[in-house]
């Protein structure tokens, strides 16, 4: 059984900034490439972000460019989400999730993370 936790979300002011984790366990950590998704009111969860498992490849949606950054330890069996110079925009709902090699969706996924931008 895999599990995924986030943590780390909370009230931040504009152009403040968050770090989210994401602990994996019940199988290999390293095997799974990673990926970072939010889900705002009223609108369909989205993309954030991923981190591959083989060579670290990190790709990210446009909206968050420049300002978020994902890594992994893959050590600590943990995912991380940076996320600089926040915007009202970003408050959402904050899921990470695991895609195993050669799996084409995001089969497991944590609980979520309110991250809330506001002044």
């Known amino acids: 059984q895999v599990q995924l936790v986030e943590s780390g979300g909370g009230l931040v002011q504009p152009g403040g900034s968050l770090r989210l984790s994401c602990v994996v366990s019940?199988?290999?950590?390293?095997?799974?490439?990673m990926g970072w998704f939010r889900q705002a009111p009223g609108k369909e969860r989205e993309f954030v972000a991923r981190i591959t498992w083989n060579n670290y490849s990190t790709y990210y949606a446009d909206g968050v460019k420049g300002r978020f950054t994902v890594t992994r330890d893959n050590a600590k069996n943990t995912a991380y989400l940076q996320m600089d110079a926040l915007k009202p925009e970003d408050t959402a709902i904050y899921y990470c999730a695991a895609r195993e090699i050669a799996a084409s969706t995001f089969a497991y996924w944590g609980q979520g993370t309110q991250v809330t931008v506001s002044s």
């Open positions: 019940g199988r290999t950590f390293s095997s799974y490439t």
